[in-house]
């Protein structure tokens, strides 16, 4: 995991130090995630809707003026998807497992793309960002529970997970505003549109929201 890390934050740099030869302004961000997971059974008649995680997100962003009012936004980042799971799982014996963890946190790389477009000219200028997210995952922490007698632990959906597919696409919709062409605050809708796992009696899919906060570079690039 952590040679992993250490190369995509050297492929980021690279890419984001190219970017900047093109493109009208340059950023980072930091934020949450709020994510869950849409469980779907072939045959059991009631989907299992997991309850929604926070997680964290970091991206560097790149943009290019196309109008006036629009540009084209690339990002590439770090967000946490996955869900939690609030249940209680019995043993044979009667005897009630332990819950160490009750979520599963899906560590990915994310490469946005998508168009912003400002309606209007003020200092502070509403936007819309309109585009999709590939995720690639990275790796996984599974929901723990453990055996009283033995103390064994058990990773509960580790059987799915690790036929979890390593590519994803999302949609991407956001609502955000910019500050001065400095700062800005976006919130934002990241519904999966493919499947995270398929079989034959259950299929998987990502649901996220997500909020941030990011700064543009441009004073200190220029």
Known sequence: MKQKLLLISAFLLIVWCSAGQVADRLGVSLGTSYASQKWQYRNISNDMEHEYKVGLQAFVF??????????????????????????????????????RNDKVVLHNLALDLGVKIRPFSSTHLPYLLLGGRADYLLSYKDAVIVEPESGIKINVYEPALEKFNKFNVSALVGLGIEFNDFLFFELEYNPGLTRNFKSEGLTVRDQCWGAKLGVYLNRWVD
């Open 62 to 99: 790149a943009e290019k003026d196309l109008a006036e009012m629009m540009s084209l936004l690339t990002g590439l980042g770090y967000i946490q998807k996955g869900f939690k799971d609030e249940f209680v799982f019995t043993f044979p014996d009667a005897s009630v497992a332990d819950v």
